[in-house]
């Protein structure tokens, strides 16, 4: 009875835990602790998925991002602060350093509080540019809430982004049956630099413009910080080595008030809910690698001849052999590892390259099962010696990078593996000439050797 008890109580807590692909340590940095209140369900949702969540604020003595030189956390939420400075266990150093131990990061902004030095440092080392007075507001006069922003109009109400943005991933698209919108209220934009691991997730309508509300003047200056596309209000960072970032510009979307809100329209003539919860559950999931996380399960590649394509992944191949490369995929989904499937307007390449690509071939799935795809393609080897790769290097927006090389070497052929003269026609008139001359020299040879010599004793009687 008490092994069964236990055995149930393994099975509750492996289904209790999410979870996330890295780990489930998520340090939230608050300016007090007691403002968790405000994000009661954006954190109780986080602690539903198993996250072990840890409490901090900027200026407390117990927080380190590193341990012995070891990540003290797998993931990082940062809520907006008064303060200019997170003090000396957040610095942009700091920062950077915990992206590149391939720790993820969700930063939430707010026009009302102006944003610490070192998260305005680390973003403009990602090439993310805020506001010169950090508390820039982005207001829209033609989408706006009319119920609590009939005069300021810096509540943005906006569709979601696959229906703001075509081609978007359906990470971030939560359906909307009922017309739902997201509210964005106080949003903070952001200007992209032409970094390519920048991804935009939402970006501001046409009609929308960033200003600054300390300035009591009602006219616009000509110095606009951007406006309409130029603005993007949720921001996605991954590095090459995987990790993420995302900058969410309003984080009053994530409060409680915001998650169950009734908005209006200026063109509308009832009241719609707000999707800002789905959202949040989904930017937070992708974020924290809940999502579009790629694993590759096996590699392997083999001859096709008879007889000798029972081995795998040999470390020699002959020039021109027909050889067949695969490779298995598998995406994580919330909380299981499910089969991967390359999206249509997309493609998985392989290149059998040497110091430059030699092939560059498209995989195409050939066994699929619940929790993985193979990927697999036939070429024949080029007629070159050399030390090659076999390499896949897929880096797509939304999920992380898949970098894989496998180094064989390529022969030439050996002394008795060359075709004989006799299989390659363009040798037949060359053999042809061989036989003429062979058998002309014989017949030479043969009518020399019967032909008589003439006689000594009549030679003599004819003098």
């Given amino acids: ?97 915990f992206i590149n131990a391939q720790g993820n990061i969700l930063l939430a902004l707010s026009g009302q509080k102006q944003a610490p030095t070192s998260v305005v440092a680390a973003l ?11 508390t820039g507001l982005v207001v829209d006069h033609f989408n706006y809430d009319v119920t609590s922003a009939d005069e300021k109009h810096d509540v943005l109400l906006l569709p979601t982004p696959g229906a703001l943005r075509p081609g978007v991933k359906d990470f971030f698209s939560p359906a909307t049956p009922n017309g739902e919108v997201l509210a964005l209220p106080q949003a903070i934009g952001q200007l992209l630099g032409n970094g390519a691991l920048l991804t ?28 309409g596309k130029q603005l993007s209000l949720v921001t996605t960072v991954q590095a090459r080595n995987s990790a993420r970032l995302t900058v969410v510009g309003s984080a009053d979307m994530l409060t409680d008030q915001w998650f169950d809100a009734k908005v209006k329209k200026v063109d509308g003539k009832a ?19 809940e999502i579009g996380v790629l694993k590759v399960n096996w590699i392997e590649h083999h001859l096709n001849e008879e007889g000798q394509g029972n081995q795998s992944n040999p470390k020699i191949y002959r020039i021109k052999n027909d050889v067949t490369y695969s490779i298995s995929l598998s995406e994580y989904e919330w909380d299981h590892w499910a089969a991967f499937q390359v999206p249509a307007e997309d493609d998985l390449q392989l290149e059998f390259s040497m110091l430059s690509p030699f092939h560059r ?5 050939t066994v699929s099962s619940e929790e993985s795809t193979t990927y697999s393609t036939n070429f024949k080897l080029p007629d070159q010696h050399g ?37 390659i026609s363009g040798a037949w008139p060359w053999i042809s000439g061989i036989g003429a001359t062979v058998t002309g020299w014989l017949f030479f040879v043969a009518i020399w050797l019967y032909s008589k010599p003439t006689g000594k004793g009549e030679s003599k009687k004819t003098r």
Avoid: C
């Fill in 1 to 97: 009875m008490t092994s069964l008890t236990s055995f149930l109580l393994l099975l509750f807590t492996a289904v209790a835990q999410a979870i996330s692909s890295s780990g489930s340590r998520l340090l939230v940095v608050l300016e007090d602790v007691a403002e968790k209140a405000q994000y009661s369900k954006f954190l109780g949702d986080l602690e539903g998925r198993g996250f072990e969540v840890t409490y901090e604020t900027p200026k407390s003595d117990s927080l380190s991002l590193f341990h012995l030189g070891e990540r003290s956390y797998d993931h990082i939420l940062f809520f907006p602060t008064k303060a200019k400075g997170l003090g000396p266990n957040l610095t942009a150093n700091l920062l950077l350093q």
């Fill in 124 to 134: 403009s080392e990602l090439d993310i540019h805020l506001p010169s007075e950090r």
């Fill in 200 to 227: 935009p997730i939402l970006r501001a309508p046409a009609t929308a413009y960033s200003y600054n509300p300390k300035e009591e003047s009602e006219v616009l200056g000509d110095e606009l910080f951007a406006a």
């Fill in 271 to 289: 009241s719609v809910a707000t999707v800002n919860r789905e959202f949040a559950k989904r930017v937070s999931g992708w974020t924290f690698n």
């Fill in 361 to 365: 071939l498209s995989l195409k799935p």
């Fill in 387 to 423: 030390i090659f790769n076999f390499k896949i290097n897929h880096k797509r927006p939304f999920f992380n990078n898949i970098e894989e090389k496998n180094t064989v070497s390529v022969r030439h052929f050996a002394h008795d593996e060359w075709p004989r003269s006799y299989a």
